[in-house]
């Protein structure tokens, strides 16, 4: 082969390769090449602003561990109540900065909620106490929806103490979607938590009264007046807590307090801690004991152990009374099937959690200084071996020695508990005020250096120390890291802002094991008082950006059929009826005048026709006492009697432009 | 004889010659076939892409034109363009986006038809598809001009933003954004389609340059003899 034959062969392949190059190079874009970030090594300017505001090298210690700059994304996001604001608080973790306020039981302008939006009012609506308006709520314990036992990030549930109510929040896009009032009760407690799967919400009483808002003089106490815990049907696909499928226990009327789901051995099963098992009457303007004293005089009080299975199949083969036409298990029922036991529990205790295998369930006495584990192990061995004794309302009650695990001296006045991944378990000690670290044992035993059942060290916050809340702390696989403590007392840790102080959360480090768990910062609750918190991992959840078409609705997360499109925009009359189908959009709405007659019935539909991350608009029509949100996507509705005449600008109430002003219309009411 | 249709569609190679020297005859199939494959994957790309970039806009604001389509955050764009005054994306090259995907399957089978033309027509079938993708960008240049020169003199920043051409190719800064304009992907294999056109019309003459010759040589001679032998 000569020098000429191979150019002729070669020539088209090398040809071939350039073209397939230049192909791939086409094809391929430019991919991106990730830096690692360097470490800066810190000048000697910091010592010097540290001197300057008096801070001390654990305090630039905490800053570092907490700051987080523009753009960086909390680690975690914690759902907190809003205590009696009524409201969900969304908090960013570490750097304790709120990201939003949930509207639920009280009307929030900002997010238009209870504003005139139907989708808004129709679930206010449903909160309605006996046909009545209660249009604020004392929110206690957000439970997130977990899969088996582990956080999803799908839904979040919060009751209302005040009124027992229960709510349910989309975390799709953060809004409440359903309130159920509970018609045997008129307040809770022990509301909400979930099951590992979420298909049950639990809330628990907590004040007897007659079941079913009857009357009964405080004489009949013992015979008339019950507690009671309602387990509400819960369905993902619908988004709703079905109220048909759901049901009641008849209990007696010692004041159940807080309840929890088992999970995985004990998965199945539900625990509640109860006090004033005296069954004090109060009376203290009588001569009676106040009810302070009068519900402390035992040292035991009971816990409530459900076989939660079984009473789903009494509840499903019918074996229930119908109360307020809701289906209650009668406490004989329960008795004879089976379902309800009682451990002794020292003493007025305030909180029963699961450890994170299902194995324990941990009671703080408050006015006993231990933490009481029992093993749930033991408790289905003295089930089992029977011969039990009961109280006076026939309930087998299971003797103390037989189902303790353990009891752990913690300090004064112990709350409640969470649980870290590494065998520790954190208990709020609110008379010292602390939280404690303590060790638990038997499967935890050898996942730290400490002693299993011994306290470990305890960190003194300010002040006063309701619950506390660690990373996914009571969940199948806590995460650690961070723990809040939900302080009632803030005293002097802040500027003084009058008489009514605002709450202090407390984050605390505990990432580190042993005697090391410091403070790192206090963020001020100017809102109410927060009871609980529940903390999650902020990748788990996946809210939308926008709503998902143009023209949704989020009261039924569906497209609504009031959706209207840019060029669909109209004025519809029939009679006294006034339909207006409106688009918003930066920067105007579409139409911008309405002329209606006094006396008319005006709908009005604004579809948001933004796509853009965070284009919301607003819609405020003064003089109707109308204020509306729309979020990108979103098709809001509100209807009202044009009553009185005159000229009304409507605008756009949430900023979205350099010519935001300029949004506005003229809406007017001929007499 | 020859008729007029075989002049233009030339001579075939003798099959001793084709067996003697295949790929000299096969050079230029392959190379009008690859450039036929380039031109129909080519439509699935985008042609050409704008990015916005805004401090408001984080991951940026980007459009792509595909020969019969636009993509991307056009509703956007557009929801801003009305502030400058500038019409919708979607009403610029209607006639053409919808008379696209016709075009490069003619431009296609006009290359195809090429492989079996054997003259110097073949150069006149290619020509199209060569040109291609110089009559896109013209085209594109066209309509930037035509949309930037002709802004509604009402919109709400008319008195701010005068008409201006957007550039075809490169970064331009209008308000707060930053218009990064590129050609893309779907370019790229358009325009390795007309190289690999050129140079399939090289190895095309290299094949058929020879045999037209004989050819116009043996009628010339025939010719010559016919007249000799009158």
Request: hydrophobic share 40%; with cysteine; aromatic share 12%.
């Amino acid at each position: 082969m000569n020098l000429r034959d191979l150019k002729k062969y070669i020539l088209p392949f090398t040809l071939m390769a350039i073209i397939g190059f230049l192909i791939i190079a086409a094809c391929g874009g430019a991919g991106g090449t990730t830096e690692a970030p360097e470490s800066v090594p810190v000048s000697g300017d910091i010592n010097e602003i540290a001197a300057a505001r008096g801070l001390t090298p654990a305090d630039v210690e905490a800053a570092v561990k907490t700051y987080t700059p523009t753009g960086m994304i909390d680690e975690y996001v914690m759902f907190s109540s809003g205590g009696h604001s009524g409201q969900l608080l969304v908090i960013g973790m570490p750097s304790m900065r709120l990201l939003k306020v949930v509207g639920v039981f009280t009307p929030e302008p900002w997010q238009g909620w209870g504003y005139g939006a139907k989708t808004t009012m129709e679930v206010l609506d449903e909160g309605k106490v006996d046909g009545e308006d209660v249009l604020w709520g004392d929110t206690h314990h957000p439970a997130l929806s977990e899969t088996e036992g582990e956080y999803d990030g799908e839904w979040v549930f919060i009751n209302d103490k005040a009124n027992a109510r229960i709510a349910v929040i989309d975390l799709r896009d953060f809004e409440t979607k359903q309130i159920v009032k509970n018609p045997i009760a008129v307040n809770d407690h022990g509301g909400t938590m979930v099951t590992p799967d979420t298909e049950w919400i639990i809330e628990g009483g907590q004040y007897a009264a007659p079941l079913g808002w009857e009357y009964a003089s405080l004489e009949d106490y013992e015979s008339e007046y019950r507690g009671m815990v309602t387990f509400w049907k819960f369905d993902r696909e619908s988004g709703r807590i079905q109220y048909d499928q759901s049901f009641a226990m008849e209990l007696p009327p010692y004041w159940q307090d807080l309840c929890d789901a088992g999970k995985l051995v004990s998965d199945g099963w539900v625990f509640c801690n109860s006090f004033n098992t005296e069954m004090a009457t109060g009376g203290v303007e009588s001569g009676n004991p106040p009810f302070e004293a009068g519900a402390s005089q035992r040292d035991m009080d009971y816990m409530h152990i459900i076989n939660f299975d079984k009473a789903i199949e009494v509840a499903n083969a019918g074996q229930t009374e119908m109360v307020a036409d809701f289906p209650v298990i009668p406490m004989q029922t329960a008795i004879d099937e089976g379902l309800l036991y009682f451990a002794p529990e020292p003493k007025s205790p305030h909180g029963v959690d699961i450890s994170p295998g299902g194995e324990y369930m941990v009671v703080s006495g408050k006015l006993d200084p231990h933490v009481t584990t029992y093993s749930f192990e033991k408790v289905q061995a003295a089930i089992e071996a029977g011969g039990f004794e009961t109280d006076d309302y026939g309930i087998p009650i299971l003797a103390f020695d037989d189902v303790v695990e353990s009891q752990v001296e913690v300090g004064l006045g112990p709350l409640h508990t969470q649980f870290g991944p590494d065998g520790y378990a954190y208990t709020s000690l609110f008379l010292e005020p602390a939280v404690a670290r303590w060790t638990l044992g038997g499967p935890y035993e050898d996942l730290n250096e400490d002693p299993p059942w011994s306290l470990v060290t305890k960190t003194f916050v300010h002040y006063n120390v309701g619950h506390i809340a660690a990373a996914e702390g009571d969940t199948v696989s806590p995460d650690g890291k961070y723990l809040v403590s939900l302080n009632k007392w803030a005293i002097d840790r802040f500027k003084n802002v009058g008489p009514l102080l605002p709450q202090n959360f407390q984050l605390i480090d505990i990432g580190q094991p042993g005697t090391t768990m410091p403070l790192l910062y206090d963020m001020p609750i100017g809102i109410g008082e927060p009871h609980y918190a529940q903390i999650i991992k902020a990748d788990k959840l996946e809210p939308w950006e926008v709503y998902p078409e143009i023209g949704w609705n989020p009261g039924t997360q569906s497209p609504d059929p009031n959706a209207t499109m840019t060029g669909e925009e109209r004025i519809e009359r029939d009679g006294n009826n006034v339909d207006i189908y409106m688009t918003a959009v930066r920067s105007h709405f579409t139409p911008e005048h309405v002329e209606i007659k006094q006396g008319d019935h005006v709908t009005w539909h604004i579809t948001n026709v933004e796509r853009a991350y965070d284009a919301t608009h607003g819609f405020s029509l003064p003089g109707y006492n109308i204020n509306v949100s729309i979020e990108p996507g979103e098709t809001a509705s509100f209807e009202f009697d044009a009553t009185h005449d005159g000229v009304f600008s409507y605008y756009c109430s949430e900023f979205c432009s350099a010519l935001h002003l300029e949004m506005v219309g003229y809406m007017l009411v001929e007499p | 004889m020859s008729t007029s249709l075989d002049k233009i569609i030339g001579p075939r190679a003798p099959e001793e010659q084709q067996a003697e020297d295949h790929l000299r005859y096969r050079l230029p199939t392959i190379f009008f076939l690859v450039a036929v494959v380039l031109l129909i994957a080519s439509v699935f790309l985008p042609y050409w892409q704008m990015t916005l970039q805004a401090p408001q806009y984080p991951k940026g604001l980007s459009v792509q034109a595909y020969i019969y389509k636009l993509t991307g955050d056009v509703r956007e764009i557009d929801g801003l363009n009305h502030y400058i005054g500038m019409r919708p994306l979607a009403e610029a090259a209607q006639l053409e986006r919808s008379l696209s995907i016709v075009a490069v399957s003619t431009l296609s089978l006009l290359i195809v038809a090429a492989i079996f033309i054997h003259t110097k027509y073949t150069v006149l079938l290619a020509l199209p598809a060569i040109l291609y993708p110089f009559i896109f960008l013209g085209d594109m240049y066209f309509w930037l001009r035509n949309f930037g020169l002709n802004l509604d003199p009402a919109a709400p920043l008319s008195s701010a933003i005068k008409p201006f051409i957007p550039p075809l190719l490169g970064v331009g800064k209008l308000a707060q954004f930053v218009t990064i304009t590129e050609v893309k992907s779907g370019f790229y294999l358009a325009s390795i389609a007309s190289v690999c056109i050129i140079i399939g019309l090289y190895f095309h003459r290299r094949a058929y340059k020879p045999l037209v010759d004989s050819q116009i040589e043996a009628e010339n001679q025939a010719e010559d003899e016919f007249e000799q032998e009158q």
